[in-house]
C-alpha cells in the first residue's frame, strides 16, 4: 500500500508559477512510476507528466516547456513545477504512483489559474 498527500496547489494569475509536491509513505518509493495527472471539471482525468524511476520524464504536448517533473527518492517525493501558467491548466491535479499491477492515487489538488 502507498498512501500519497498532494499539496502546493492554489489561486495563481495567468502567466505565474506554482510547485506542486507529493509526500508518499508506505512502501518502496524508488521503484514506483510517479505521474501528475489533471482533471478539469467536465472533462476526464489525463496524465501531465511522467518520471520513471530510472529519472526518464514524459510530457504531455501542451505542457511541454512549462512544466517539470522531479523526484527526490530520499524524501520520497514527487514534484511538478509549473511556470507560464495558463486558464487552461485550471484542474484538480492527482498524484500516482504504479508499477506493475499496482496503481496508487492522491486526493488531489486545485490548481486555478484565472486574473
Known amino acids: 500500500q502507498v498512501q500519497l498527500v498532494e499539496s502546493g496547489g492554489g489561486l495563481v494569475q495567468p502567466g505565474g508559477s506554482l510547485r506542486l509536491a507529493c509526500a508518499a509513505s508506505?512502501?518502496?518509493?524508488?521503484?514506483?512510476?510517479m505521474a501528475w495527472y489533471r482533471q478539469a471539471p467536465g472533462k476526464q482525468r489525463d496524465v501531465v507528466a511522467t518520471?520513471?524511476?530510472?529519472?526518464?520524464?514524459i510530457y504531455e504536448d501542451s505542457v511541454k516547456g512549462r512544466f517539470t517533473i522531479s523526484r527526490d527518492n530520499t524524501q520520497n517525493t514527487v514534484y511538478l513545477q509549473m511556470n507560464s501558467l495558463k486558464p487552461d491548466d485550471t484542474a484538480v491535479y492527482y498524484c500516482?504512483?504504479?508499477?506493475?499491477?499496482?496503481?496508487?492515487w492522491g486526493q488531489g489538488t486545485l490548481v486555478t489559474v484565472s486574473s
Open positions: 508506505g512502501h518502496i518509493f524508488r521503484i514506483y512510476t
Open positions: 518520471i520513471l524511476n530510472s529519472g526518464t520524464t
Open positions: 500516482n504512483a504504479a508499477r506493475p499491477g499496482y496503481t496508487f
